[in-house]
């Protein structure tokens, strides 16, 4: 069974770079067709998707945050990493990973965000 | 960017009834819509993926429909372990993908 695990620390200070790292047990990162992504979830409010990347190489973020966020792999750990660059105290959310597919025209379920890690609160504050 | 509202905000129902949840799209999404539910503590979990299908093991009482702007999550008879927050997300135009802000179903 698929599962992803986030880690990373619970506290970064303003203007640091968050850094978290995902990592996937039961399945490979390399598999064709599944993009791996992280979405972020401030407290009491829906969640943001951040970005996804694709094994080959291919990432796309969202534009509200493109300028700040790098995504990453590590196929020979199956591992991938998030770095969000000069926090503030807006940045303050549960950091989710999970898996998606692109199986073209077929609907599927895991074309959809599906599995999610159990998160991790990434608090920003002096 | 496609904005999803959600409604109502939180919505208070007793066992057994039958709950209604609407999400709507600030531009058409054709199908591919997909609703959550989220219990505190937990990560969202896939309820209803292309408007319509039921996840793998989500039981038959839930039911999505609509397509392009207007969307419906319908859970008919309501159980105690259905009082989460809801959520509706949408894959077709992308980036970014986008969520709604949620539905609160409560016990009455």
């Known amino acids: 069974q698929l599962q992803l695990q986030e880690s990373g620390p619970g506290l970064v200070k303003p203007s640091e770079t968050l850094s978290l790292t995902c990592t996937v047990s039961g399945g490979s990162i390399s598999s064709s067709s599944y993009y791996w992504g992280w979405i972020r979830q401030p407290p009491g409010k829906g969640p943001e998707w951040i970005g996804s990347?694709?094994?080959?190489?291919?990432?796309y973020y969202n534009p509200s945050l493109k300028s700040r966020v790098t995504i990453s792999v590590d196929t020979s750990k199956n591992q991938f990493s998030l770095k969000l660059s000069s926090v503030t105290a807006a940045d303050t959310a549960v950091y989710y990973c999970?898996?998606?597919?692109?199986?073209?025209?077929?609907?599927?379920?895991?074309?959809?965000?599906?599995?999610w890690g159990p998160g991790t609160l990434v608090t920003v504050s002096s | 960017e496609i904005v999803l509202t959600q409604s109502p905000a939180t919505l208070s129902l007793s066992p057994g009834e039958r709950a209604t949840l609407s999400c709507r799209a600030s531009?058409?999404?054709?199908?591919?819509l997909a609703w959550y539910q989220q219990k505190p503590g937990q990560a969202p979990r896939l309820l209803i993926y292309?408007?319509?299908n039921k996840a793998p093991d989500i039981p038959a009482r839930f039911s999505g429909s609509g397509s392009g702007t207007d969307f419906t999550l319908t859970i008919f008879s309501l159980e105690p372990e259905d009082f989460a927050v809801y959520y509706c997300?949408?894959?077709?135009?992308?980036?970014?993908?986008?969520f709604g802000q949620g539905t609160k179903l409560e016990i009455k």
């Open positions: 531009q058409s999404v054709g199908s591919s």
């Open positions: 999970a898996r998606h597919g692109d199986f073209g025209m077929v609907i599927r379920h895991d074309n959809w965000f599906d599995p």
């Open positions: 997300h949408q894959r077709s135009n992308w980036p970014p993908y986008t």
């Open positions: 990347f694709y094994y080959s190489g291919y990432t």
């Open positions: 292309d408007a319509s």
